[in-house]
């Protein structure tokens, strides 16, 4: 059975019930979760499991399962296993996520500010990169950075919608990432907006105004190839 993924609707949600489906030394698999599970460049989220009898379970990470269908919580070795059906409370590490979150916002503006096919990517704590397939030269961090903030202090709302495989495939031009492919067979691709300024198909969590994601500065600018640029920024 599929994981029911919480996040998807609610980014901003924090705690929830859930029920365990199976449990081993690799982790737990829920039938609902609001842990993010590592995709995209976004890595999976960590937080605790209270159980029924009151102990915890840290999760340490989450990834998706071989099946990519369910989420596997990985635990610490040695960690007392819940019994399949036992109800327990999710809770996550908030202070991380919201970091991701406001990180994976910025990173789409910056592929914005710099339009470019993206060959790579990597979302932290508070800082985060994009490579891009550039044919020549010349970028400047601190006019970047300039046309990062300008989109910043436009609060520009941030929402999401569902379009279907097919609609994608007739607009190839809404896949930026060159490397990682939007998941499709499902039926439909969820799309990420941000107003008059970018549309895009991604999977991760964002803020939900770009207002949120803070002061960001482009730190460096690195050749890694013949027309390969790595970018990285950092928020305060």
């Not at 990834?63 to 019994?83: F, N, W």
């Not at 300024?197 to 207002?211: A, E, I, K, N, S």
Request: glycine residues 12%; charged residues 30%.
């Amino acid at each position: 059975m599929p994981t029911e993924l919480l996040f998807r609707d609610d980014a901003y949600l924090r705690e929830a019930e859930a029920r365990i489906v199976g449990a081993d030394e690799t982790g737990l698999v829920l039938d609902r979760t609001l842990f993010y599970a590592q995709g995209g460049g976004q890595p999976g989220d960590r937080g605790r499991v209270l159980r029924e009898d009151g102990s915890e379970i840290a999760i340490l990470d989450t990834v998706y399962g071989a099946d990519k269908a369910t989420v596997l919580h990985r635990i610490a070795a040695g960690s007392a296993l819940p019994e399949p059906g036992e109800r327990v409370r999710l809770m996550l590490d908030w202070p991380l996520r919201y970091a991701r979150m406001r990180v994976h916002t910025a990173l789409h503006l910056l592929s914005v500010a710099l339009p470019y096919p993206v060959t790579g990517g990597s979302i932290g704590d508070g800082e985060g990169r994009l490579d891009f397939d550039i044919p020549d030269a010349g970028l400047d961090k601190e006019t970047v950075t300039a046309r990062l903030r300008e989109m910043i202090g436009q609060d520009a709302a941030v929402s999401e919608r569902w379009i279907s495989d097919e609609e994608l495939l007739a607009n190839p031009g809404l896949v930026k990432t060159m490397s990682v492919k939007p998941p499709m067979g499902s039926g439909r691709v969820r799309l990420v907006a941000i107003d008059d300024l970018d549309l895009q198909p991604c999977g991760g969590t964002h803020v939900r105004c770009t207002g949120e994601i803070g002061a960001a500065t482009v730190t460096a600018i690195e050749k890694k190839g013949k027309q390969n640029r790595r970018v990285r920024l950092s928020l305060t």
